[in-house]
T-cell receptor, first 115, second 110 residues
Framework: DGGITQSPKYLFRKEGQNVTLSCEQNLNHDAMYWYRQDPGQGLRLIYY???????QKGDIAEGYSVSREKKESFPLTVTSAQKNPTAFYLCASSLALSSYNSPLHFGNGTRLTVT | GENVEQHPSTLSVQEGDSAVIKCTYS??????FPWYKQELGKRPQLIID?????GEKKDQRIAVTLNKTAKHFSLHITETQPEDSAVYFCAAKNDYKLSFGAGTTVTVRA
C-alpha cells in the first residue's frame, strides 16, 4: 500500500530544543515538500526537494532545515531559531516538481507543540 | 510571487443546497489549479483540478470553473451532503510552486 508516512502524529518539546519530524514515502516520487498549516492561513511552503541531495527554501524557511539523502525520506528539523514552532506540519510528495499530472500527496501530518 | 485569495472563509449551507467557493490569483503565469479537501484531523486530498487551457471541469457533484482573464477560479458543489463538511483549499501552481488559499470551512446542515 503506497503512501506517505509522517511520524510521530503528536510531538511535544520544550522551547530551545531542536526537533526532527520524519517523512517517508514509498510512491517512488522524486519531489517532496514540507508545509506548515496554521489556523486561517492555509498551507505555507517551508522547503521542497526536486531530487536526492537537492533542496530549496520555500516561503517560510527561516528556523527550519531539511536533508534529502534518500529518495524516500525528507526529514524536517525545527530548530530553536524558529520563533513560533507550534503548528501542524504536513509532508507531501509528487511525481515530479513541475508536472501537471503530478498532484501532491500528503501525509497525515505531525502536530508539534512547543512550550 | 503568487498570491491566492480565497472567499468565503466559512460557509454554512443546508443539505441539498449548493456551495460555491471563489479564489483569485495574482500571477498570470500560473497554469494549474487544484482543489483540496481536508476533513477534521486528516490529510488534505485532491478532489478536482483544472489546467489553464480548460475553462470548466466537472466530476459528479463538484465542478471547477476558471476565468484566466479575470484570474479567478471557483469550486461548485451541488446537492451538498453532510460528508461534504470539511475545509477546502484552492491552489495555484506556477512552474514548480503550489500556492494555497487560506481555506474555506464548509458546514452542511442536516
Amino acid at each position: 500500500d503506497g503512501g506517505i508516512t509522517q511520524s510521530p502524529k503528536y510531538l511535544f518539546r520544550k522551547e530551545g530544543q531542536n526537533v526532527t519530524l520524519s517523512c517517508e514515502q514509498n510512491l517512488n516520487h522524486d519531489a517532496m515538500y514540507w508545509y506548515r498549516q496554521d489556523p486561517g492561513q492555509g498551507l505555507r511552503l517551508i522547503y521542497y526537494s526536486q531530487i536526492v541531495n537537492d533542496f530549496q527554501k520555500g516561503d517560510i524557511a527561516e528556523g527550519y532545515s531539511v536533508s534529502r539523502e534518500k529518495k524516500e525520506s525528507f526529514p524536517l528539523t525545527v530548530t530553536s531559531a524558529q520563533k513560533n514552532p507550534t503548528a501542524f506540519y504536513l509532508c507531501a510528495s509528487s511525481l515530479a516538481l513541475s508536472s501537471y499530472n503530478s498532484p501532491l500527496h500528503f501525509g497525515n501530518g505531525t502536530r508539534l507543540t512547543v512550550t | 510571487g503568487e498570491n491566492v485569495e480565497q472567499h468565503p472563509s466559512t460557509l454554512s449551507v443546508q443539505e441539498g443546497d449548493s456551495a460555491v467557493i471563489k479564489c483569485t490569483y495574482s500571477d498570470s503565469a500560473s497554469n494549474y489549479f487544484p482543489w483540496y479537501k481536508q476533513e477534521l484531523g486528516k490529510r488534505p486530498q485532491l478532489i478536482i483540478d483544472i489546467r489553464s487551457n480548460v475553462g470548466e471541469k466537472k466530476d459528479q457533484r463538484i465542478a471547477v470553473t476558471l476565468n484566466k482573464t479575470a484570474k479567478h477560479f471557483s469550486l461548485h458543489i451541488t446537492e451538498t451532503q453532510p460528508e461534504d463538511s470539511a475545509v477546502y483549499f484552492c491552489a495555484a501552481k506556477n512552474d514548480y510552486k503550489l500556492s494555497f488559499g487560506a481555506g474555506t470551512t464548509v458546514t452542511v446542515r442536516a
